[in-house]
């Protein structure tokens, strides 16, 4: 088959994957799950996909790990307090602003370009609160990273096409804010925080990853749109 005629039979999955990404975009974000199950169709769902993504560019944000970091690190998505009801929403990067204009080939996207570095807490500490001073810290080799293969499969084997109980501690970690750090928020009746659960989550920062995801395998198979920005972001 050629390029064309094997891009003709992703053509369901791909507006399949076009569908999932606007029902997230309208508010709806346990749809990421399903976005999971999509990608990997798309990716690596038989012989012909390794054929077709061979041929693709993958384009994503120009970020990498630092070691002199002590705070967690995420390539894929923002953060900002917003709302009449305060809430902390996780944006995926392309919808944030970032320019997207590292490109990489598909084995390196898919199997080696780090998407999350956990913080240099000591595993069992709150992952968001950075150690200061005589704190233990992690050596940054034994940080837990993960790759947008392995993230893809958590959720998906996890919490979407085979869902059970068993849930990773990082999935139960990126679902929640706690891998951020600690955000904070002036309101008339007092300061509410991420630490103390005063401050809650409205989009979580594992459906904002999971759609920067789908945004950068639309671009590369030429099905995304232009990005809509949804926030306006500040100088």
């Known amino acids: 088959m050629t390029d064309d005629e094997l891009l003709a039979s992703f053509d369901q999955s791909l507006t399949t994957l076009t569908h999932l990404a606007q029902t997230h975009d309208d508010g709806y974000h346990p749809i990421c799950l399903a976005m999971a199950t999509e990608v990997h169709k798309i990716l690596a769902g038989n012989g ?18 630092e070691s002199e970091m002590l705070n967690a ?30 490109a990489l080939k598909f084995g390196d996207w898919w199997n080696t370009d780090v998407i999350y570095c956990a913080s240099a807490a000591i595993p069992g500490d709150n992952p968001g609160v950075i150690p200061i001073n005589a704190s233990p810290l992690l050596p940054f080799d034994k940080r837990q990273t993960i790759n947008r293969r392995d993230f893809v499969s958590l959720l998906r084997n ?10 990773p501690q990082l999935l139960d970690e990126l679902e ?60």
């Open 48 to 65: 012909s996909t390794a054929k077709l993504r061979g041929t693709r560019v993958f384009l994503t944000v120009d970020f990498g790990e």
């Open 73 to 102: 690190m995420h390539k894929l998505v923002g953060a900002r307090v917003t709302g009449a009801v305060p809430a902390l929403d996780f944006i995926p990067d392309f919808q944030f602003g970032q320019d997207i204009t590292n």
């Open 158 to 167: 996890k919490r979407g096409a085979h869902q059970d109980d068993d849930m």
């Open 176 to 235: 929640t804010s706690r891998s951020w750090g600690v955000f904070e928020c002036q309101t008339p009746a007092g300061v509410l925080s991420t630490l103390n659960d005063t401050l809650l989550t409205g989009a979580s920062m594992m459906a904002a990853m999971m759609r920067q995801i789908v945004h950068e395998v639309l671009l590369a198979y030429g099905r995304a749109a232009p990005p809509a920005l949804v926030w306006e972001v500040e100088q």
